[in-house]
């Protein structure tokens, strides 16, 4: 399934050897070169990272240019990309790529960006908590077979470390957890990121990680907030101590508790004194657009190490259950695809697609930047309908959706949106024109079957609109 939302971002390419970058791509009888652009979205959202909604000011990411299998002889090694923090990147000066004048070339992208990596092997530690940002690696790999004529390329990173997230509050006998430490004991806290395959290996030094801690504000007050991205690996038997003031809290983790990269595990935790000592009360909550969430589970932990209490299913686990992109064969010229005719979409029986008027359609179709999509053309009253979506067993449903208009700042608002027959409510103004925003909306009833309709009336859709990347995810 591709993964094309649109949203800036442009990749720096990796040294080869000890330092120089390697421009071999230039010795190619090239003419009329065409600049490599790129854009980008992270596990599958556009213009996300673990620190928040936005890639941040100055973010650098490094990409390698090749052909063929490796990264033994790149065309272009380790150029570096910067942001203004909107998510386009560029270059300047040495680092900027031009594609070769005929044949294809494949992209491999990094973040953070490393000026000083030597051969393919980006050095990886999270020894150091103080700065989320720069310890969130990211990588990509899917940008194959482009050539000048191509378009704009898109890279979707995915993260390859994981991250547990603790919201700590004070419980009986605890008056205030300001002040407060969380130590991850004895983890490794370093590894190596093989660029040319994507693989994290050698996990090793371990040592006792701080997590970092910033104090909550507004309905969680006297809250703290826990971050810490760690080496995914076996967890297992591992300490979490938590120190305020003089007392210590420790939490021994279960047993098969396995960090994943990409995922995320989110625990709410109250710090309390019992009859039988203080406790460390650990329950399952919480979800995050960016990452894969996992569900922390509960247990109840003694102070000085001694477990106890008992163990609680947690709250289930966010899962994907539709994802829709529209294929591959949206055509660049008419006759364009029709909803109930098009063959090319990702998901299929039960599922069924169709117009929401007869008389007045939408339809498929794609163009020399952007991949196949909907179009809702302007000054017609037109809309698409999506039946037969199987969420049983699913709750807390989102549904998220990317829009661009034929136009620079249009309204979001005028492609209308239903599920199940109730309409939820969009706002904003939309960017550059063609360009894509992501959605999301939240408040949807759980159902077994579900049917999304989008749709636009003529007298407001005075641009014409796109539509892609239709994602419905749940609580199992």
């Not at 939490?251 to 098969?256: G, S």
Request: with cysteine.
């Amino acid at each position: 399934m591709k993964k094309k939302q649109l949203l800036g971002a442009a990749i720096a390419l990796m040294v080869m050897g000890n330092s120089c970058k390697n421009d071999a791509y230039r010795d190619l009888e090239l003419e009329n070169n065409g600049a490599v652009q790129f854009t980008s979205s992270i596990g599958g959202n556009v213009a996300t990272r673990v620190t928040g909604n936005a890639w941040d000011s100055n973010d650098a990411i490094g990409v390698f240019m090749k052909q063929g299998a490796g990264l033994n002889s790149p065309l272009a090694a380790n150029k570096k990309f910067t942001t203004g923090g909107n998510g386009n990147f560029s270059a300047t000066g040495t680092d900027v790529i031009d594609y070769p004048e005929t044949g294809t070339v494949d992209f491999i992208a990094y973040y953070p960006y490393t000026a000083d990596l030597v051969g393919t092997t980006l050095p990886v530690s999270v020894a150091s908590q103080a700065n989320l940002s720069a310890i969130d690696v990211l990588y990509s790999n899917n940008a194959t077979a482009l050539s000048k004529t191509s378009g704009t390329a898109n890279l979707t990173f995915t993260h390859k470390l994981s991250k547990v997230e603790f919201v700590v509050k004070g419980g009986n006998g605890v008056a205030d957890v300001a002040g407060l430490s969380v130590a991850y004991n004895n983890v490794n806290t370093t590894a190596s990121l093989d660029l040319a395959t994507g693989t994290l290996s050698a996990a090793a030094s371990p040592q006792n990680v701080t997590a970092k801690t910033t104090a909550l504000t507004g309905t969680q007050a006297g809250s703290q907030f826990v971050e810490a991205i760690l080496l995914p690996g076996d967890l297992s038997a591992k300490q979490v101590v938590f120190t305020v003031g003089a007392n210590t809290f420790t939490w021994t983790i279960p047993a098969n508790t396995t960090l994943e990269a990409g995922t995320k595990r989110t625990y709410d935790i109250v710090l309390q004194t019992t009859p039988t000592g203080n406790e460390v009360a650990v329950t399952g909550a919480g979800t995050i657009t960016d990452w894969t969430t996992v569900p922390g589970g509960a247990v109840n932990v003694d102070l000085d190490e001694e477990q106890g209490g008992g163990t609680d299913p947690g709250t289930g686990t966010e899962e994907e259950f539709f994802f829709e992109t529209f294929g591959e064969a949206g055509p660049t010229s008419n006759p364009r695809g029709r909803m109930g005719t098009y063959t090319d979409y990702d998901m299929t029986s039960p599922v069924v697609y169709s117009d929401s008027y007869a008389d007045s359609w939408a339809d498929i179709r794609a163009t020399s930047t952007m991949n196949s999509h909907v179009w809702l053309p302007s000054a017609r009253t037109t809309g698409i309908k999506i039946e037969g979506i199987n969420g049983t067993g699913y709750t807390n449903l989102k549904l998220s959706y990317d829009l661009a208009a034929n136009a620079t700042g249009a309204s979001a608002a005028v492609i209308k949106v239903r599920v199940n027959g109730v309409e939820k409510s969009v706002t904003g103004a939309l960017g550059t024109s063609n360009t894509y925003s992501s959605y999301t909306i939240e408040d949807i009833a759980a159902s077994n079957t579900l049917t999304v309709e989008f749709y636009a009336n003529s007298a407001e859709n005075e641009a014409g609109y796109r539509l892609d990347n239709i994602k419905l995810v749940g609580t199992k």
